[in-house]
């Protein structure tokens, strides 16, 4: 008998990805699991970097850290495998009490392939990058290189291998992402002879089911002819998938771990555009919004494809996190902006349902990603997400419980700083921000006059319906009131108790003081301090 059969059931559980009814959850150790995550910067994938990353996650109250496995640091030389910074760091993640999402960087990242190593950036005939309309070598590896494919796949079944045998019985590595924002800059597709020769074939018939052709398009044939101006990103994305899913499928033959994609976003709104010579303003192939159905045929065993959320306009966040859920493919964010403004965004995501949320960089590494994230490197970067992380940590597992089931609900404070509705059962949320706790706007004499620390957007709310007429409510920043719909229009409806408090780690309910009369009579008005609300609404027939 193995060590882990001799776990209960469910402990010795793996982790994998469920799904009820369209929505989704992620088990670990046979229970729902939110991620409250954080990513180490894309340097600090070695020993000695790690104290300053612990120290962010700790800052952060995030339970789970996301952080790169490069296969140049694995297999430095060809077939000779080191896998020292792995046990490292699972152990101290063990110390830490952390789990862990492993980045795989290996014949594409960003792109790139930065991270493969010497041995295979530096030889072009074996591993042969792609080729433009001119014949001309593009920087990116061919997807189509089955050197490159054999080699890659190697690297990531041994790591694989290397985590069955040091970590099926702890499970702290509880995902891995394949390979990490792929596509291809400047160039559409590749143009060598084995390519060419892939995309005169007919359209597979799996990719047909699932990404329909245009409309006025033939139902079946050549790509060029089933597509159109898409076909050359279509083609693309597609053999990019069907490489990945090699890797995936091999790597969970030896340990079946749930796996998944990260996007480079293109504009959630722009229609799509045409191809040859690339005139996409994002890398071509990649998972974009457009193209999950290629990605969901070609790629079975990616379990989702997730944003990397780095457009900080909140209608942008909106339609991408809205593109990237469907009842086919479970919303996590893999990364997401460190600026403080982007920390709204985590009871937004949340309150969807998200399997979890991983802003980049929380990491106390001397490098800031400003102007794409914080301007700092210390506390003053961690603080924004520690606070609502802190505030969901506690009832972590109850939260995702009640997103699979369908009962969580989030906004994020919108750039136009309106009033935004949230449609619960029975029940309708009116959420409005910059809001005084006290009173009416009408009330006061200067209309600019404003909460001090409301100068940027920085409200946010999350709601569970854990009863007809039971809520859990987290939020920072915002003025909530409920009224009656559905089943309660019409009736005479009230506020019952709206007690603060939290949940214990084992999910009780400890009351730390009941709203009333000021702190009630004009909404619930959340503090700048994420606080959590137990409400009771009632309602009597008029
Ligand atoms: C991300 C990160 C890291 C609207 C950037 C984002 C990470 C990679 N790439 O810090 O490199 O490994 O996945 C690209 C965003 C481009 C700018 C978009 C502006």
């Given at each position: 008998?193995?060590?882990?059969?001799?776990?209960?059931?469910?402990?010795?559980?793996?982790?994998?990805?469920?799904?009820?009814?369209?929505?989704?959850?992620?088990?670990?150790?046979?229970?729902?699991?939110?991620?409250?995550?954080?990513?180490?910067?894309?340097?600090?994938?070695?020993?000695?970097?790690?104290?300053?990353?612990?120290?962010?996650?700790?800052?952060?109250?995030a339970?789970?850290?996301?952080?790169?496995?490069?296969?140049?640091?694995?297999?430095?030389?060809e077939?000779?495998?080191?896998?020292?910074?792995?046990?490292?760091?699972?152990?101290?993640?063990?110390g830490?009490?952390?789990?862990?999402?492993?980045?795989?960087?290996?014949?594409?990242?960003?792109?790139?392939?930065a991270?493969?190593?010497?041995?295979?950036?530096?030889d072009?005939?074996?591993?042969?990058?792609?080729?433009?309309?001119?014949?001309?070598?593009?920087?990116?590896?061919?997807?189509?290189?089955?050197?490159?494919?054999?080699a890659?796949?190697?690297?990531?079944?041994?790591?694989?291998?290397?985590?069955?045998?040091?970590?099926?019985?702890?499970?702290?590595?509880?995902?891995?992402?394949?390979?990490?924002?792929?596509?291809?800059?400047?160039?559409?597709?590749?143009?060598?002879?084995?390519?060419e020769?892939?995309?005169?074939?007919?359209?597979?018939?799996?990719?047909?089911a699932?990404?329909?052709?245009?409309?006025?398009?033939?139902?079946?044939?050549?790509?060029?002819?089933?597509?159109g101006?898409?076909a050359?990103?279509?083609?693309?994305?597609?053999?990019?998938?069907?490489?990945?899913?090699?890797?995936?499928?091999?790597?969970?033959?030896?340990?079946?771990?749930?796996?998944?994609?990260?996007?480079?976003?293109?504009?959630?709104?722009?229609?799509?555009?045409?191809?040859?010579p690339?005139?996409?303003?994002?890398?071509?192939g990649?998972?974009?919004?457009?193209?999950?159905?290629?990605?969901k045929?070609?790629?079975?065993?990616?379990?989702?494809?997730?944003?990397?959320?780095?457009?900080?306009?909140?209608?942008?966040?909106?339609?991408?996190?809205?593109?990237?859920?469907?009842?086919?493919?479970?919303?996590?964010?893999?990364?997401?902006?460190?600026?403080?403004?982007?920390?709204?965004y985590?009871?937004?995501?949340l309150?969807?349902g998200?399997?979890?949320?991983?802003?980049?960089?929380?990491?106390?590494?001397?490098?800031?990603?400003?102007?794409?994230?914080?301007?700092?490197?210390?506390?003053?970067?961690?603080?924004?997400?520690?606070?609502?992380y802190?505030?969901?940590?506690?009832m972590?597992?109850?939260?995702?419980?009640?997103?699979?089931?369908?009962?969580?609900?989030?906004?994020?404070?919108?750039?136009?700083?309106?009033?935004?509705?949230?449609?619960?059962?029975?029940?309708?949320?009116?959420?409005?921000?910059?809001?005084?706790?006290f009173?009416e706007r009408?009330?006061?004499?200067?209309?600019?006059?404003?909460?001090?620390?409301?100068?940027?957007?920085?409200?946010?709310?999350?709601?569970?319906?854990?009863?007809?007429?039971?809520?859990?409510?987290?939020?920072?920043?915002?003025?909530?009131?409920?009224?009656?719909?559905?089943?309660?229009?019409?009736?005479?409806?009230?506020?019952?108790?709206?007690?603060?408090?939290?949940?214990?780690?084992?999910?009780?309910?400890?009351?730390?003081?009941?709203?009333?009369?000021?702190?009630?009579?004009?909404?619930?008005n959340?503090?700048?301090?994420?606080?959590?609300?137990?409400?009771?609404?009632?309602?009597?027939?008029?």
């Open positions: 008998l193995s060590a882990a059969s001799a776990l209960p059931a469910a402990a010795a559980e793996l982790p994998r990805i469920v799904e009820r009814d369209g929505r989704h959850a992620l088990l670990v150790d046979g229970a729902p699991f939110l991620v409250l995550g954080g990513q180490a910067h894309n340097s600090s994938n070695y020993p000695a970097a790690l104290p300053r990353v612990w120290a962010a996650i700790r800052d952060a109250h339970n789970t850290l996301a952080i790169p496995v490069a296969w140049e640091q694995i297999e430095p030389r077939g000779r495998f080191d896998f020292s910074w792995v046990d490292t760091l699972i152990k101290e993640a063990r830490n009490r952390v789990r862990l999402v492993l980045l795989w960087f290996g014949t594409w990242k960003n792109t790139g392939p991270y493969a190593p010497a041995w295979v950036k530096l072009n005939r074996r591993f042969p990058r792609m080729l433009d309309q001119d014949g001309k070598p593009s920087y990116c590896l061919s997807p189509f290189g089955e050197a490159t494919l054999a890659d796949r190697k690297a990531f079944v041994a790591l694989m291998a290397h985590l069955r045998r040091i970590d099926a019985d702890k499970r702290t590595v509880i995902m891995v992402q394949v390979e990490n924002e792929v596509g291809t800059y400047r160039l559409a597709r590749d143009h060598a002879p084995r390519a020769a892939a995309f005169a074939q007919q359209v597979p018939a799996a990719v047909l699932r990404q329909a052709p245009p409309a006025g398009r033939p139902a079946q044939g050549s790509w060029r002819a089933v597509y101006e898409h050359e990103q279509y083609f693309h994305s597609w053999a990019i998938a069907s490489y990945i899913e090699e890797i995936a499928k091999a790597g969970r033959a030896v340990y079946d771990l749930p796996m998944f994609v990260n996007n480079a976003l293109r504009e959630p709104g722009t229609p799509p555009q045409a191809a040859a690339w005139k996409g303003d994002f890398a071509s990649g998972p974009t919004w457009d193209v999950l159905g290629i990605y045929a070609a790629a079975p065993h990616i379990d989702f494809a997730g944003p990397d959320i780095y457009m900080p306009e909140s209608a942008k966040v909106s339609a991408n996190l809205a593109r990237f859920q469907r009842p086919d493919n479970a919303l996590m964010v893999p990364e997401m902006g460190n600026a403080a403004g982007y920390a709204r985590v009871y937004q995501i309150g969807r998200a399997l979890g949320v991983a802003p980049f960089g929380i990491d106390y590494a001397a490098y800031s990603n400003y102007p794409l994230g914080s301007r700092y490197t210390d506390r003053r970067m961690v603080e924004p997400f520690a606070r609502v802190a505030a969901f940590a506690p972590q597992r109850l939260w995702a419980r009640w997103g699979f089931e369908g009962r969580t609900h989030g906004v994020a404070e919108g750039d136009d700083r309106a009033p935004q509705t949230l449609a619960l059962d029975g029940w309708q949320a009116t959420v409005s921000f910059r809001e005084f706790q009173g009408a009330w006061l004499k200067d209309q600019n006059d404003y909460p001090d620390g409301s100068a940027a957007p920085n409200g946010g709310v999350a709601i569970a319906q854990t009863g007809p007429n039971e809520f859990v409510l987290v939020g920072q920043r915002a003025r909530i009131k409920l009224s009656g719909a559905g089943a309660n229009a019409g009736k005479m409806t009230m506020l019952v108790r709206a007690e603060e408090g939290r949940f214990d780690g084992a999910g009780k309910w400890i009351m730390e003081r009941n709203w009333n009369g000021d702190q009630t009579d004009y909404g619930l959340l503090p700048a301090e994420p606080t959590v609300l137990k409400l009771t609404m009632g309602s009597v027939e008029q």
